[in-house]
Antibody, heavy 120, light 108 residues
Framework: QVQLVQSGAEVKKPGALVKVSCKAS????????IHWVRQATGQRPEWMAW????????GFSQKFQGRVTMTRNTSISTAYMELRSLTSEDTAVYYC?????????????WGQGTMVTVSS | SYEMTQPLSLSVALGQTARITCEGS??????VKWYQQKPGQAPVLVIY???NRPSGIPERFSGSKSGNTATLTISRAQAGDEADYYC???????????FGSGTKVTVL
């Protein structure tokens, strides 16, 4: 079965960077784009970016362009999202997700989420 | 950037019907999805392509669209339907997967 397992909670200081991992299993890792979505407490989900694990091609929300880097290690089926120059407004749960069915064109599978807290 | 607006909250009596609206400019030409999110959990897709249910989602959940409004209908509401619900679409200019403002559904 498809599973996306993310790294654990992080606490960072303002100005720092955070790197979240997303380990995929149950399917061919390179066949589906990995998306990153975050959600602050009480707020709507917010799409950040996507990466094609095969080619390494990426796309970003304008809001996060220049502050997010995505990488992957195909040998261990793991994608990474790095967010720099953290502020308190980056405190949120960060999810990886995949669009499994092109016809559905929706986020079918999600990781369990990684809580990132930015506090001095 | 594209905006999708939902009512903040909605209450429905057990066994009755809840209708959650999602308003957006020209939403008629957009493809709308709906997600259910329970506290501490990731969102779960309940409707794709405006009106379609993924496998495993009860028939009590249905989607529709008319004019500038998409609607998620929950028939015969159950206690387990208490959750936040978000509409979502893709906007190409600029590229963005947009989520609605979210509706908290309470089953009385």
């Amino acid at each position: 079965q498809v599973q996306l397992v993310q790294s654990g909670a992080e606490v960072k200081k303002p100005g720092a960077l955070v790197k979240v991992s997303c380990k995929a299993s149950g399917y061919r890792f390179t066949s589906y784009d990995i998306h990153w979505v975050r959600q602050a407490t009480g707020q709507r989900p917010e799409w950040m970016a996507w990466m094609n694990p095969d080619s390494g091609n990426t796309g970003f929300s304008q809001k996060f362009q220049g502050r997010v880097t995505m990488t992957r290690n195909t040998s261990i089926s793991t994608a990474y999202m790095e967010l720099r120059s953290l502020t308190s407004e980056d405190t949120a749960v960060y999810y990886c997700a995949i669009i499994w069915n092109v016809y559905e064109d929706a986020f079918d599978f999600w990781g369990q989420g990684t809580m990132v807290t930015v506090s001095s | 950037s594209y905006e999708m607006t939902q009512p903040l909250s909605l209450s429905v009596a057990l066994g009755q019907t809840a209708r959650i609206t999602c308003e957006g400019s020209n939403i008629g030409v957009k493809i709308v999805k709906w997600y259910q999110q329970k506290p501490g959990q990731a969102p779960v897709l309940v409707i794709y392509r405006d009106t379609n249910r993924p496998s495993g989602i009860p028939e009590r959940f249905s989607g529709s669209k008319s004019g500038n409004t998409a609607t998620l209908t929950i028939s015969r509401a159950q206690a387990g339907d208490e959750a936040d619900y978000y509409c979502q679409t893709y906007d190409s200019s600029p590229p963005n997967y947009v989520f609605g403002s979210g509706t908290k559904v309470t089953v009385l």
